[in-house]
């Protein structure tokens, strides 16, 4: 049983160690978007760039609200 537990407990931190890798990467989005709107040039979005972003969004809302305690 402690066995059991302690493996949870290493997913469970290997798991909130890759959601602040997500948070970082989602923060450098953010920041590469804040660049790209204050740029001169029009933003051109294509399906690509969407997908990306809203997987990248979509998985850190997923991981958040299994974790969440």
Avoid: C, Y
């Avoid at 969407?50 to 979509?58: H, R, V």
Wanted: glycine content about 8%; charged content about 30%; cysteine-free.
């Amino acid at each position: 049983m402690r066995e059991e537990k302690r493996l949870v407990e290493r997913d469970i931190h290997e798991l909130r160690e890759s959601v602040g890798k997500l948070e970082a990467t989602v923060h450098a989005l953010q920041a590469e978007l804040w660049e790209l709107r204050h740029e001169k040039k029009p933003m051109q979005w294509n399906a690509a760039a969407i997908g990306q972003i809203g997987g990248l969004i979509l998985g850190a809302i997923v991981l958040l609200g299994i974790f969440w305690r």
